[in-house]
């Protein structure tokens, strides 16, 4: 995006006063970000997937992790942040040569809307519409759909992510938000919430097996919790984190320890033992039927605390 186009953007929906600052910016990789500090928070978005990369409420470490060796190509997904997972969770069920998690991370938004809240909070839309992207993308989805997403950022961080099928037949769609949390110390983290819940256990084959009292990481951990609702809270030494969710059945928890983590090769040294994903999703057997001219809207609101 040249310097011009990203000026134009400026003049449609920067901000700039007492409560709020939100300018569009060229980021890494020439790729546009937007930059956005109210009196609650601050965050830089970018343009390429709607992919957050950072939240920090005032007086608070950033709560999403970014490793210090993401790379931020065009058209390649960044380690870390908030990914947006979508329209397939995971492997494409029938064509492996489709991307892992579908194509929503790695292409560009179009920025739709921005407003300051009375309650101090900042709003930003984004909107995607797959009959405008390239025709690579349509040959892997060839149904006519729309998906707005809506950050709104203060204290609390509140996402939304709304499909709607505009296609002649019912979509299936898998989805999730993929969000990487700075928990700075794996080994004094546990995650609650999920007790007697059952879930697919990835490194073992996917067999299902059901959760015996909170999460605690000492290994690889690749999980689908099926048939969940519920709050999550990520307990460590730095904070709790309370995850809030609707219009999510699924729970993803995700951490690939060492051995995988060094085939990576952009998680940072030693970035596993500073991150963990816990991610609001529909997938497996929880994925999304959604007729036509109808809408589905997973929504997750994160809250932090300090211990």
């Known amino acids: ?23 569009i910016v060229k980021g890494e990789g020439d790729i546009p970000l937007i930059e956005v500090k109210n009196q609650l928070a601050e965050s830089r978005i970018r343009l390429q997937g ?38 397939w969770f995971g492997a494409h069920q ?24 009375k309650t101090g909070e900042t709003k930003i839309r984004f909107c995607l519409n797959t009959e405008h992207l390239n025709e690579a993308i349509q040959l892997m989805w060839p149904y006519a759909t729309s998906v707005e997403y809506t950050i709104t950022l203060g204290s609390s961080l509140s996402l939304e992510l709304k499909t709607t099928n505009n296609s002649a037949e019912e979509l299936v769609i898998g ?11 794996i080994s004094a983290t546990r995650v609650e919430g999920l007790d007697s819940r059952e879930y697919l256990d990835k490194p073992d084959n996917f067999k299902r097996k059901k959760q015996k009292g909170p999460i605690i990481i000492k290994e690889e951990v690749d999980r689908i919790y099926v048939k969940t609702a519920d709050d999550i809270i990520i307990n460590n030494s730095l904070r709790k984190i309370k995850i809030n969710k609707q219009g999510s059945q699924s729970t993803i928890v995700w951490n690939p320890w060492k051995t995988v983590a060094e085939k990576m090769g952009d998680l940072g ?14 997938a497996a057997e929880d994925v999304i039927h959604i007729k036509t001219g109808q809408s589905h809207t997973l929504c997750v609101t994160y809250s932090v605390q300090d211990v």
């Open 94 to 117: 029938s064509n492996n040569s489709f991307p892992a998690h579908g194509f929503a991370r790695t292409v560009m938004w179009e920025l739709c809307g921005t407003e300051q809240l």
């Open 175 to 185: 989805e999730a938000l993929h969000t990487y949390f700075n928990i700075n110390d």
């Open 50 to 87: 709607a992919h957050i990369l950072s939240w920090q409420p005032s007086n608070q470490d950033d709560v999403i992790w970014l490793s210090k060796d993401a790379s931020f190509l065009e058209g390649k997904s960044v380690r870390g942040g908030i990914p947006i997972c979508w329209p």
């Open 269 to 282: 040294k030693d970035g596993y033992l500073q991150m963990l994903c816990v991610e609001s999703a529909n």
């Open 1 to 23: 995006m040249t310097d011009t186009q990203i000026e134009s953007l400026n003049q449609q929906f920067a901000l700039s006063s007492p409560e709020v600052s939100l300018r």
